[in-house]
């Protein structure tokens, strides 16, 4: 039988070269391989900076959303974890902006990924991707990339996957990948929508409860008086009947910003262990007026002025620093607009910004004045430094 490192060896191209260098660079400190530079090029091979993807395939999706099946053009895509997304990006009316969407396809198969994009209220990207992609339209990607995911080595047996609406996408790939490799584990899939016919992979799901015993499925409809089934929202009390006890489960909760306030409570009051709670990262931050600490004499509509690379660009004070950037056609690092990953800082010179929750800041980004610009918002004129 194959070692486990055999095996990683055998998935990357020239592996036993990657790990020699890998094995040189841990001894000297830094890249000092015969030919400079090696490694980082090997990494960039494996893990593209940007990805440049064709759409080859448009799968409606529930009532309201469509799965695009994206496919690379070298033919090479970066393995990834289900629970994984990839950051989108689209330019439209002269701006460049992006988002990031979860895998929804299973990361057993890497022949294409696929990303499913639902309808919502003030949804410039997802709004144009419904309305005017097609077979055969390119688009830009960074990723994949991102934290929520099942950990085997620390996570229970039990899964317990709480999605609302859209936020199902991460939880149809993992249960892809486990339910597809056989891996022995057993998953709950609480499934909150407004109507039946919102829900997302809703045919899928139900046949694939059918088939494997160790996974169950409920749908519960929050304004849909003749639906048959649950109806109201994913509480303590629905937690409780499904799952019974709360020890013996892990708990992955994605949906819109208001659900996961409201199931943290509910597992709190089921004194869930806050260890065994993960949660995909906000997303963008939409009325930032109502958080917590918003200075009460903003409105959100002030626009105040930043100063950068010598230019001073417009910025309202309800919109982070990013989407003005974005706005005014300067090109800033982004991935996932979440307040996570760090790779949109920029540092500020001067002036004040408010922060929205959500934010991983590190002790060095406080001590040398960086700020998450996606989740950071202008409450005063500013200075940054890209
Ligand atoms: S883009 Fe990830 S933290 Fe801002």
Redesign the pocket.
Known sequence: MKSIKEMLLETLKNGPEVLTDITACRRNGKDIITEIGRVDKKIAEYHPKMLNLEVSEIIPNGNEAKTFRLTSENGYLPPFLAGQFI?LFVETDGVRTSRPYSLSSSPLQRGYYEITVARTADGFVSAYLLDKAKPGDRFEANGPAGHFYINPVFHKKKSVFIAGGSGITPFVSMIRDILESGKNRDIILLYGCRKENTALFYEELKEKVLAHPNFRFELIVSEDESFKGRKGLIDAEIIRETVQTTDAADFYICGPQVMYDFCEKELAALNTDKKRIHREVFGASKSIQTEPGWPSDLTGNEVFKIKIDGKIIPAKSGESV?AALERAGIKA?????????????VRLVSGKVFTARG??KRYADEMFGYI????CFPISDLEILL
């Open positions: 950051n990013l690092p982004v991935c996932c607009r979440s307040g996570g990953c760090g790779i949109c800082r934010v991983l998450h610009s996606c989740k």
